[in-house]
Each structure stands twice: as structure tokens, then as C-alpha cells.
């Protein structure tokens, strides 16, 4: 295979490399994944996290497998247990779809050619996603964003991310309000890291800030990415995200949703058919990771821990698509991918 470069994954001489995404901003640590079963546990640990960048790893690992000599078989079995590392993000699903389709023709050199093109798929659709998205941020835009959806979690620039990394280089003077979003910190660790490394100006809030900065107009806009689009524009996105939608809708603040068309999946009607991850007890506790252990909560405590929240259709202002930008008349009458 080609050698393939991005921020949190690298393909050199057929070898396979993940940044570990648990260990920043302290530590930069690429990891080897060169099994089945360590990149199942590399996805599940999120060392590789964010929709399109774990769904192209997969399929990346899988291509460099088959071109090493993985029977065709095999190469199905393995398929099927990456395809079910984490249920709710579906660009895991239709990545790994894509691969078995192509793998029915001249096995392994259509598998190798088609991760490929999903690697250069993803970053042209972010390009995509930056620029439209982009055309809803206005000069001087405060923008407020949840989780990490930058170069980390895809593996071009960013889905909401990269939207406002595109108004920041366009010189609109933008100024960003990054959730920290617990329980794993992909704002405080990642988003915070992302936007000092591309000299976007940002300020860390704690999720529950959001409410009170609204309250005195210091936030223009919410960009946020999506884990998976019900047909009807319900979308699953990182815990936090539903609640920030239901503030936007109270104070009137534009709440936008940021995803390439591989995210949408047509066979859930609903944000109720979407599969939502729970995770476990430990997160909510306290917190662990590169930066060390630290538990606060009694060692017994009984946790909820759901990774994901379902935001419905009617609190989102528009759905920004590689395909256009969808208004909620638009998804009423069925247009979701054009
Ligand atoms: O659990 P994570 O960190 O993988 O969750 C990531 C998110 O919720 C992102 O917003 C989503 O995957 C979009 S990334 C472009």
C-alpha cells in the first residue's frame, strides 16, 4: 500500500501506526497496531477515536492485512469483528461495508485500492464540510464546539472543526468556546491542543458554563459533529451534545451539525434506532488516563455511563453535509443527501 499520512494515524512501509489519543496533550505516543484484536482494543480504549478516523484506521489495517496475505475468508471474520469495536458511530460500518463490497472482485488489490480512496475520501469531504461550514460563521463569530471533530478525529481537517478552523484562516477574528466534555475530556485535551496548534484563539469552559455564556450573548454560534444521522435528522453525537441543543433552542443561538455523508444512515428512521454506547463506570468516577489516575467518587458508586446522546431534528438549526447545506425543511421533505 501507499504510505498515508494524517494527524492520528500513519501508513509507512505496510506498517500501521495510531497516535494515541489518550496520552495527549502530555505525551505524543505512536502505537503499532499490527492485530485484529489490538485494534479492537485500541478503538474501544479510544487511542483511536472520533467517527471517520476510526472507521479509516480499520479499514486501513484490514487493507495491509489482506495485501500481506490474509485469506479472503479471513479477511470477512476480521471485517466483522472491527465492524462491531463501537456501535454507535456508523462511518465504522459503512467504511467496512465499502471494503467487503470491493473485496468481491479481485481480492486483495480492489481492498487495497478501495481503503485508499477512503482515506483520500475523507479528506476531500472535510475540505468540503470546512468550506460550507464556513459560510455560516460570521466575522468575530464567538463559536462554541463540543468534543473533539478536528484533524484527530477524521483524517483530514475536521468536520465542525474544521469549519471554524477555515473562518479562523479566512480572518474572520473568530473566538472559540471549547467544552471540555466529560467524562473523557476530548474538548479539554484534544479540541484545546487542536486549536493552540493552529493558533485559533480559544477559551476552556466546563460543559455546564454553556448555559450562563449564552444567557449574556457570548455565544453566536454551536458547531458540533455527529456520530451518526437518522433519515429524519436526529443525530447521535459525544454525551453533552443534546443539552447544548436544548440551550441553543432557549436562547436562540444557531446550533449546527457538522458530518461528512458517511455518517448518515438512512436505515434509522429515528434518533431512537441508533445503537448508543454505554462505557464503563470508571470514566464517570473520575478520571484516568495519560495524565495519571484520580478517582473521586466512593469506589462503589452506581454509574450511568451512555457515550452518546441523541439530539432531535426540530433543535437543529442545519445540517452541514459534503453534499450541501440541509435545512429543517429540507430534511421534512427527505432531501438529507441531495
Ligand atoms: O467517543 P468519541 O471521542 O469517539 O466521540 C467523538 C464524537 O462524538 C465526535 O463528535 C464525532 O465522532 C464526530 S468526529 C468528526
Not at 487542536?194 to 453566536?220: F, T
Request: hydrophobic share 45%; charged share 20%; glycine share 8%.
Amino acid at each position: 500500500m501507499n504510505d498515508l499520512h494524517a494527524l492520528s494515524v500513519c501508513l509507512k512501509n505496510n506498517d500501521l501506526s495510531i497516535l494515541d489519543q489518550t496520552q495527549l496533550p502530555n505525551k505524543q505516543e505512536w502505537l503499532v497496531c499490527d492485530s485484529i484484536d489490538s485494534m479492537v482494543l485500541m478503538i474501544q480504549k479510544l487511542q483511536i477515536r472520533g467517527a471517520p478516523a476510526i472507521g479509516i484506521a480499520a479499514c486501513l489495517l484490514l487493507a495491509t492485512r489482506a495485501e500481506k496475505g490474509v485469506t479472503r475468508e479471513r479477511f470477512i471474520a476480521e471485517a466483522s469483528l472491527l465492524r462491531a469495536a463501537r456501535p454507535t458511530a456508523v462511518n465504522l460500518m459503512n467504511n467496512i461495508d465499502s471494503l467487503l463490497e470491493a473485496s468481491e472482485k479481485e481480492y486483495p488489490v480492489s481492498v487495497v485500492k478501495e481503503a485508499e480512496r477512503l482515506f483520500f475520501e475523507d479528506i476531500e469531504l472535510c475540505d468540503k464540510l470546512a468550506e460550507l461550514g464556513n459560510s455560516l460563521i460570521q466575522p468575530h463569530n464567538k463559536v462554541l464546539t463540543h468534543c473533539n471533530t478536528g484533524g484527530l478525529a477524521t483524517v483530514g481537517v475536521g468536520t465542525a472543526i474544521g469549519a471554524i478552523r477555515k473562518a479562523h484562516e479566512s480572518g474572520k477574528q473568530i473566538q472559540v468556546w471549547v467544552d471540555e466534555t466529560r467524562p473523557l475530556l476530548q474538548g479539554g485535551r484534544l479540541t484545546a491542543w487542536e486549536m493552540g496548534e493552529l493558533g485559533v484563539p480559544y477559551q476552556l469552559i466546563c460543559d455546564s458554563m454553556a448555559g450562563m455564556l449564552m444567557a449574556r450573548g457570548e455565544v453566536d454560534c454551536v458547531f458540533v459533529g455527529a456520530d451518526r444521522i437518522a433519515a429524519n435528522g436526529d443525530f447521535a453525537n459525544k454525551i453533552g451534545t443534546y443539552s447544548l441543543a436544548v440551550l441553543t433552542h432557549y436562547h436562540k443561538v444557531p446550533f449546527y451539525v457538522v458530518a461528512p455523508s458517511t455518517t448518515v444512515d438512512l436505515t434509522c428512521k429515528s434518533g431512537a434506532d441508533i445503537p448508543i454506547e454505554e462505557r464503563d463506570s470508571f470514566e464517570v468516577k473520575g478520571v484516568k488516563g495519560g495524565f495519571g489516575a484520580c478517582v473521586w467518587a466512593p469506589e462503589d458508586a452506581f454509574v450511568y455511563n451512555p457515550a452518546f446522546d441523541v439530539t432531535p431534528a426540530n433543535l437543529v438549526t442545519a445540517w452541514v453535509l459534503d453534499t450541501g447545506i440541509y435545512s429543517p425543511e429540507d430534511i421534512q421533505i427527505g432531501k438529507l443527501l441531495g
